[in-house]
């Protein structure tokens, strides 16, 4: 049975598995790379490492064999995904130029420049802003380029090509020129939302040559061309292998796990945390505000949507800080058992107080870089395990914000991430949402994605599916009367975040 050789570049490591037509994972293996910091905050990598560790990571599985043993079983093709918003630059004379990173934020200066170049004085936005339909800031890989025009002028002058991430770079060495998905591509500051074109005013003012900007697929996975001669030694595979380009990360891990269709949706509880969900298009040229909105290519079943990303600085590190600081350090399962015995002595309901989790400063429901954590409400009778039930749901609550309306309240929200781990927690979770929550095995989400794309642009006949589809660990119920209460503290909540943001002002 052929299987779908599936890549996923990401932050830290390039990951790659086989998994076969009928969903079933063959074979999985990863490859670490470094991050080296520069002054000013600068974030890079090389990227030989990401080539390096691919092929690493397929040669670790391919010695495994895709079930019997034999590195020569069929691949039907092979699947790219990985992180977005990093600038890489392709030039003709075999440099390593160093690529820059989404969490770089050395072009800050360049940032203010091209929004007072799209500044309207009537508007409460940049135009910068609207085009792209996103909040830009240093991050913004327009703004990296034009710190590039005034730092490095030689190395713009050598550039031949332009890519957004490891994916669009392994493409462009195989030999099939400059790709790039319609959700990386909504994330470098450079799209206009509307069209889902590259935008000239912004390429102009950012200093790039239009030419050097690679062509979006308009799919959630298309076949970008096949591998040549150069695969061998690259990555260790044969010539004449299909090569798809599936959506970035963000889109490839929400396709597998919930899909691309408009209403599937699912919240992570990481160390940071986020409420991402499957919008409709028209969506994407709405007014910017502190959440991001990703374009999605087409799929077998619904027309490109957007994928509406509402994300928190803090969540798991939030709750760690609160036991740290509230409870003396104790580990996440004792204060599970300690919310137990506070749920079976005062029952599920809202603690009545009121907390911000937003240690670092925060991007949802607020885009703060100052902002920071909030707790009130205590009494007499406070202790410490309230105080951290109340970060719990204020981290809920923050999440509870991105809720759109229209949006099927009763489905059941999938959660991942290391807090899905915690059963008080996805009760408050539940009860703070006023809706189901369910858990699922969660591993290696965007290399299901990946596996889904291919599988699709190819026109295969498959069993795989979303892991949502599959068994849930737990479901979760609100209960009735604990949901009524959070839903009379969530306006208050949302106030909290002007009344903090003024009395810092103060400071």
């Known amino acids: 049975m ?29 490859s670490a790379y470094p991050t080296r910091s520069a002054p000013g905050g600068g974030a890079e990598q090389a990227p030989s490492n990401w080539v390096r560790s691919a092929r690493a990571a397929i040669t670790a599985i391919r010695a495994d064999g895709p079930g019997d043993g034999s590195p020569d079983a069929p691949i039907a093709a092979l699947s790219l995904t990985g992180q977005m918003q990093d600038l890489v630059l392709e030039t003709d004379d075999g440099t ?44 913004s890989c327009a703004a990296m380029f034009r710190r590039l025009v ?112 408009p209403g599937d949706e699912y919240a992570y509880l990481g160390s940071s945390g986020w ?6 298009r028209a969506h994407s040229a709405s ?38 600081a509230l409870l003396e350090g104790v580990s996440a399962a004792t204060a599970d058992a300690m919310l137990e015995r506070r749920e079976a002595e005062h029952g599920r309901g809202a603690t009545g107080l009121l907390a911000l989790p937003s240690l670092f400063g925060e991007r949802f429901p607020v885009r703060d870089g100052d902002l920071r954590a909030a707790l009130i409400g205590m009494g007499p009778s406070t202790r410490g395990i309230d105080m951290y039930a109340a970060v719990l749901e204020g981290i809920a609550h923050a999440l509870a914000h991105a809720h759109v309306e229209g949006a099927e309240e009763r489905r059941p929200l999938a959660v991942t991430g290391g807090g899905a781990a915690s059963a008080p927690w996805l009760r408050i979770l539940a009860d703070v949402m006023g ?12 290399l299901v994605g990946c596996a889904i794309a291919a ?10 599916v979303p892991l949502a589809a599959r068994e849930t660990v ?32 103060l400071q």
């Open 2 to 30: 052929p299987s779908l050789l599936c890549l996923d570049l990401g932050t830290s490591a390039a990951k790659a598995a086989l998994i076969d037509t009928t969903g079933t994972l063959r074979a999985q293996a990863s």
């Open 474 to 505: 737990r479901t979760i119920e609100p209960d009735p009367s604990a949901a009524e209460a959070h839903a009379s503290l969530r306006p208050a909540h949302r106030a909290l975040y002007t009344a903090v943001a003024e009395v810092r002002a």
């Open 275 to 280: 409420l991402a969900t499957v919008l409709p």
């Open 287 to 324: 007014r910017p505000g502190a959440s991001h909105h990703l374009a999605l290519g087409a799929t077998r079943r619904a027309a490109g949507g957007t994928l509406r990303i509402s994300a928190l600085l803090a969540a798991g590190a939030a709750a760690s800080w609160a036991r740290e």
């Open 455 to 464: 599988a699709d642009a190819l026109g295969l006949e498959h069993g795989i």
């Open 96 to 139: 390593d130029v160093p690529a820059i990173l989404y969490s770089d934020t050395r072009a800050a200066r360049e940032a203010d420049e091209l929004h007072a170049a799209f500044r309207d004085e009537d508007a409460a936005v940049s135009s910068w802003d609207r085009i792209t339909g996103n909040l830009q800031d240093a991050t």
């Open 150 to 261: 005034r730092t490095d002028p030689d190395l713009v002058q050598r550039t031949r090509g332009i890519v957004f991430g490891p994916a669009g770079h392994l493409a462009h060495l195989l030999g099939l020129g400059c790709w790039c998905d319609p959700t990386t591509a909504a994330a470098t500051g450079l799209l206009d939302a509307r069209s889902r074109t590259w935008s000239p005013p912004i390429a102009a003012a950012a200093g790039i040559d239009e030419t050097l900007l690679p062509a979006i697929t308009t799919s959630a996975g298309e076949v970008i061309g096949r591998t040549g001669a150069s695969a061998e030694q690259l990555l260790g595979l044969p010539a004449g292998l299909p090569v798809v380009l599936a959506p970035g990360d963000a889109g490839a891990t929400t396709l597998g796990l919930v899909g691309l269709d």
């Open 435 to 446: 809706r189901p929550v369910r858990t699922l095995e969660q591993d290696g989400a965007a």
